[in-house]
């Protein structure tokens, strides 16, 4: 996965929770990790380093030892990682991203959890998908590291969904382009969580329906299918998807193929789901961000409910 920046526009603060207290994360760092971030900042030079591209942007100040405990491939040319951080002070929100930190190499990678913040509470472990680039910290990812490897971790970012359970429901539309999806995904499976919580207890907050729009090159470079189609059938009053391919060249399964559409996610599509109610959440490549974000506001959409987020 590219390293992510976060470009967001001001968001509602509560159910969408632009702003970080930072004076609630401030906790004290081990000098070693201390000196490893010191170290890194320091080396990492170039323009497109995350370190540089997401400077102004709010991250927590605590930096956690993590370690490897899973890897496998997600697609052909994406890796999906497991991490162990048995720090209870690393915390964070669904849609944040990570400063990843790995002895022996200077430039800080920067990636986003895909995985839903409930999964850290009971099993302390959260989930990237990271895809094979020449950046450093992708090339140590799928060319070196192995179980127990150990990293440091640090959250930041701006664009995330955390809602409370007095907030007004909030209906969602999710918009993906290729490893877009990993905060995407997270915010999904945060949803769905908290619809389950809901159900179980009565009680909490009422999520609205969720449409996610997820496009890639093919079926193969659709990461997480499985788990997003889990979801659709768990939740089918809840949760829908459409999955857009824009150079299939392969047949399609016959168990995607209801949810497949050849070309790109169009105007159309988006727009049918405007609502007073809703909120979009946008991550893909750049062209498509700056498209969507611009159509959703001339369609008098308030810049408040229009959170995105840019990857390179």
């Not at 030079?45 to 997401?54: M, N, P, Q, Y």
Request: with cysteine.
């Amino acid at each position: 996965m590219a390293c992510a920046a976060v470009l967001a526009p001001a968001m509602l603060r509560g159910s969408v929770g632009a702003v970080c207290t930072q004076a609630a994360l401030l906790r004290a760092t081990p000098n070693a990790l201390r000196h490893l971030t010191l170290t890194s900042i320091m080396k990492s030079r170039r323009k497109t380093d995350h370190l540089e591209r997401t400077a102004n942007v709010l991250r927590h100040e605590v930096v956690s030892a993590a370690k490897v405990c899973g890897a496998a491939p997600e697609s052909p040319s994406v890796k999906r990682l497991r991490l162990l951080v048995a720090d209870t002070d690393f915390t964070f929100k669904a849609g944040q991203w990570i400063d990843f930190f790995i002895p022996g190499v200077s430039v800080v990678g920067g990636f986003s959890i895909c995985s839903s913040p409930r999964l850290l509470e009971q099993e302390r472990i959260i989930e990237l998908a990271v895809k094979h680039t020449n950046h450093p910290p992708a090339l140590w990812i799928h060319n070196q590291c192995t179980l127990d490897s150990e990293v440091a971790v640090r959250v930041g970012g701006e664009f995330y969904f955390d809602p409370q359970p007095a907030d007004a429901s909030r209906n969602l539309v999710l918009i993906a382009g290729g490893v877009g999806i990993n905060p995407l995904l997270s915010i999904l499976r945060h949803s769905a969580d908290l619809h389950r919580e809901r159900a179980n207890k009565g009680s909490g907050y009422e999520i609205g329906t969720i449409k996610l729009f997820y496009s890639a090159k093919n079926t193969s470079e659709l990461l997480f299918k499985k788990n997003i189609l889990d979801l659709v059938n768990e939740f089918p009053e809840k949760i829908a998807c459409s999955l857009h391919v824009t150079k299939q060249t392969t047949q399609i399964s016959a168990e995607l193929k209801p949810y497949i559409t050849e070309g790109r996610i169009t105007e159309k599509e988006i727009r049918d789901h405007i609502s007073k109610e809703t909120l979009f959440y946008i991550c893909g490549p750049p062209p498509m961000t700056d498209f969507f974000s611009k159509q959703l506001a001339n369609s008098h959409v308030p810049k408040e409910h229009i959170c995105f987020e840019k990857w390179w």
